[in-house]
């Protein structure tokens, strides 16, 4: 049986199918020698070439303009936020020795035609005041953040590859599997809570043609699967996140008006894009988030537009496949992404090893938000003009709005990614009122 992900890419890339499809994967390098000449678009200018010269023109006509393309040509239209989320509180209870509490959420997003929850973990350390709450997505569920016994195994659709996922679903052996990913206690010990769901709970990530997760509730009538400008997979989770945050406003333990945004890989995409569309998130971090990231996709390098919608024809919506190899006609690149969350603080990261995420294309989309960071009056990513050449490893630059560091090692996210997003939002959320 010929692969749907390769007949999906055919099609989108225009072929005629003839009966036995057995198309190669679009091509990758990772040889900056073979990174072609590029012109980036200026987010400081207008689609007519006129400048946007004042931080009203940028908040009152530029941004609503790009955040309207990304969301037309790149992860497609979300529904509006609900009026409400119901939530329930499934389990609470003190842990680490008294010094936190724990919670389990039930989230309901959806409630026809198919019911679609999602059970959002959260820990908060034991003060008098409203703390501050990371917020993310994580890949295997809520019981492979931790070894605690206790929290419930997620029940829905995962991949296999996960060692105690059998059968797609996972099981104790599971348990703890992801913890070196989410330094519970370091969080809670700085102050700081952490909230986090599995993804796909709000939608599984395969391409069942939009079937499943919360994209049927919202098709129009005689809509089997989102027009072409409307939301893919990644759209959807972000908008699961905005939901997060709905019910962590519910909570009087968290503040909510410091709810950090933030996400690893294909999460890492998801926690830039729902910093973009929801301007309640404080600060936004994105960790080796790569192609549909925060990596420049007129680089080609890596992961490229072709070979992501190739591999994953469910993450972006349909009008993003028009892009595949024909990088230069979008109408706009992911510094852009970076520039639609200023003037909150928003911290990008790479990893030296990861070059599929194309760690120069996320420091240089980094650095080319900084005008916009810099027309609203914050510092942008710190000091005079920022340098194109990729920093050191293991040196963060982080006393700007924008933050970035390139860290020894591999795709992932570890303790010092974590230290690095704890100071900046320290410094970051320190210097506010509320
Ligand atoms: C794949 C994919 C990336 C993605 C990553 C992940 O490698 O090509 O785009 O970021 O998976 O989410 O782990």
């Not at 609503?64 to 509180?89: D, H, I, N, W, Y």
């Not at 908008?239 to 890989?265: F, P, T, Y």
């Not at 294309?361 to 990513?381: K, M, Q």
């Amino acid at each position: 049986m010929p692969d749907l992900n390769r007949i999906a890419y055919l099609m989108a890339a225009g072929c005629v199918l003839t009966a036995a499809v057995d198309a190669a994967p679009p091509p990758t390098h990772t040889d900056e020698a073979q990174v072609p000449a590029y012109t980036l678009p200026d987010p400081l200018k207008f689609a007519d070439g006129s400048a946007v010269s004042s931080a009203k023109d940028w908040t009152e006509r530029r941004r609503p303009q790009l955040l309207e393309l990304f969301a037309e040509q790149m992860f497609g239209k979300a529904p509006p936020a609900p009026k409400s989320v119901k939530t329930r509180t499934l389990s609470e209870k003190d842990v680490f020795g008294g010094t936190a509490i724990r919670k389990e959420i039930e989230v309901t997003l959806v409630e026809q035609p198919t019911p679609v929850t999602m059970t959002i973990l959260l820990y908060l350390p034991k003060t008098d005041k409203p703390v501050p709450v990371f917020l993310g997505l994580n890949f295997r569920g809520n019981h492979t953040v931790t070894t605690e016994p206790d929290v419930a195994l997620n029940t829905n659709w995962m991949e296999n590859k996960t060692p105690g996922v059998v059968d797609h679903r996972a099981t104790e052996e599971s348990r703890g599997s992801q913890a070196s990913r989410w330094p519970v206690e370091m969080l809670l010990k700085r102050g700081y809570g952490l909230a986090t769901a599995y993804y796909g709970d709000i939608d599984p990530d395969f391409h069942d043609g939009f079937q499943n997760g919360v994209h049927p509730a919202f098709a129009k009538s005689g809509q089997s699967q989102p027009a072409p400008d409307e939301w893919g997979s990644i759209a959807a989770w972000a908008w699961g996140m905005s939901r997060g945050l709905d019910a962590l406003e519910q909570e009087s333990r968290v503040n909510a008006k410091q709810v950090i945004a933030i996400g690893h890989s294909r999460l890492g995409k998801t926690a830039l894009w729902v910093g973009a569309t929801d301007p309640r998130f404080a600060i936004v971090i994105s960790n080796d988030s790569g192609c549909g990231g925060a990596a420049l996709s007129r680089r080609h390098f890596g992961e490229t537009v072709a070979r992501i919608n190739y591999s994953f024809p469910h993450w972006f919506c349909e009008n993003f496949k028009q892009f595949n190899e024909n990088e230069a006609a979008l109408p706009f690149d992911q510094h852009e992404l970076i520039a639609l969350i200023a003037p909150r603080p928003v911290y990008v990261a790479s990893a030296a090893e990861d070059l599929w995420a194309d760690p120069k294309g996320e420091y240089l989309s980094a650095i080319y938000a900084d005008p916009v960071y810099r027309l609203l009056g914050t510092d942008g990513i710190g000091g005079a003009a920022p340098s194109t050449e990729l920093p050191p490893v293991d040196h963060p630059i982080s006393n700007g709005t924008i933050g970035y560091h390139i860290r020894t090692g591999k795709h992932d996210i570890n303790d010092f990614d974590w230290e690095q997003y704890l100071n900046f939002a320290d410094r970051h959320l320190r210097a506010r009122k509320n």
